[in-house]
């Protein structure tokens, strides 16, 4: 087994809360995580239709067959749990003494908000981050078979091919989960609406274009992108408020939490076809930010990443906030570095002023190095960041 970064983290939250929450999209290892990390406590998954009508139907006799607590799998398909476990914690004062595993963020959320709050330390855990595979030892791929590939842990402990694997992934989970939260009358609309996803990733969302494009009202885009959000299939990338003088764009930016599943949506046959095709810088950019973001994540905190665009299309493509200043880093997928690339780092670094941070730049080469006082990292040292 491949050791997450994370588990440090749900161990220090296990001394302070009584409740531990691990959420993140479907086959990111979040059960696993959970059972290695604490192996002494019963494992139960309300997947399983005869227990979930149990803790539905007798929430408080479920929680009395596990004395010592348990692990719960899929809490959010059982939303009157969560007041019963209230009470329990709140009787028993343990720390620890549950942990609740979920792959739906906006249900488990929710209700951990509504009933919980206080009560949870919670880890949001995305697929492998590559610094991971690279503590394991694990040899990485080069660059374009990892962006077709993705980071999804099935496909680097099963001898699975991943066109196949995310076919049947968009099937059993994502298409599911949808029926789940909302009515999908027509799912090849929905089908088509993914792959719209993917051809628009690192770019500025625009869901009426999307809605036309699909055929398909605005408020229907809107609630397939939230069920998206929700099942940790894309997230949106907000702009950074700070202006320096300028008018800014207020618009987010769509993209995948796997390039892996985004390449198998845009028809991305090989790591050969990746390397030609017109959306390998996008999801370049793509794999930086979200490394970023697991980071962020595997520590137990909230993601703090930003892009910044002017009116007049200047732009870096990644600002991470660091207290009252900002670190800009932009992403350029080439494998060769140019001087240009730092054209627009310059100018934002004229614009920040004393806000800013030293600038980094992270490139599809293999060498590291310092340019113009910018310092120039290859994507195998983007932990670095």
């Known amino acids: 087994m491949i050791p997450r970064a994370a588990a440090p983290t749900l161990k220090s939250f296990a001394k302070g809360y009584p409740i531990l929450a691990i959420t993140g999209p479907r086959q990111s290892g979040k059960t696993t995580l959970a059972k290695s990390t604490f192996p002494d406590k019963p494992y139960v998954s309300l997947e399983d239709i005869d227990t979930r009508h149990f803790a539905q139907e007798d929430p408080r006799g479920f929680?009395?067959?596990?004395?010592?607590?348990?692990?719960?799998?899929?809490?959010?398909?059982?939303?009157?749990?969560?007041?019963?476990?209230q009470t329990r914690v709140d009787a028993n004062q343990r720390m620890a003494e549950f942990v609740l595993t979920g792959s739906q963020q906006f249900g488990l959320l929710a209700n951990i908000s509504q009933s919980l709050a206080g009560r949870v330390g919670l880890v949001q855990l995305l697929p492998f981050a590559v610094q991971e595979l690279q503590a394991a030892q694990v040899a990485l791929p080069g660059l374009d078979e990892l962006l077709w590939r993705g980071l999804y842990p099935p496909l680097y402990d099963r001898a699975l091919a991943p066109p196949q694997w995310f076919a049947n992934y968009v099937t059993t989970y994502v298409e599911r989960d949808v029926r789940q939260i909302i009515e999908v009358q027509n799912l090849s609309l929905f089908q088509r609406f993914l792959k719209m996803c993917a051809a628009r990733c690192g770019q500025l969302l625009n869901m009426s274009s999307m809605a036309n494009d699909c055929g398909v009202s605005y408020k229907t885009v809107g609630a397939w992108l939230s069920v998206l959000q929700a099942g940790y299939v894309v997230f949106l990338l907000q702009p950074h408020h700070q202006n320096f003088g300028k008018r800014l764009v207020k618009t987010p930016k769509l993209y995948f939490h796997d390039t892996g599943l985004a390449a198998c949506?845009?028809?991305i046959s090989d790591p050969d076809h990746m390397s030609i095709h017109a959306s390998r810088g996008a999801l370049f950019e793509n794999l930086v930010i979200t490394e970023c973001m697991k980071k962020r994540f595997n520590q137990g905190l909230a993601s703090n990443l930003y892009f910044w665009r002017n009116n007049t299309g200047e732009e870096v493509d990644l600002v991470l906030e660091q207290g009252a200043q900002l670190q800009p880093v932009e992403i350029k997928s080439a494998q060769t570095f140019n001087a240009s690339f730092l054209h627009g780092l310059n100018k934002w670094m004229r614009y920040a002023g004393t806000t800013a941070l030293p600038a980094r730049l992270v490139y599809g080469g293999e060498d590291n190095m310092l340019r113009s006082g910018v310092a120039v990292q290859s994507w195998r040292h983007m932990q670095d960041l």
Request: hydrophobic share 55%; proline share 4%.
């Open 63 to 85: 929680l009395a067959r596990f004395a010592d607590g348990a692990i719960v799998d899929e809490v959010q398909r059982c939303p009157a749990l969560f007041s019963y476990l």
């Open 265 to 267: 949506l845009l028809g």
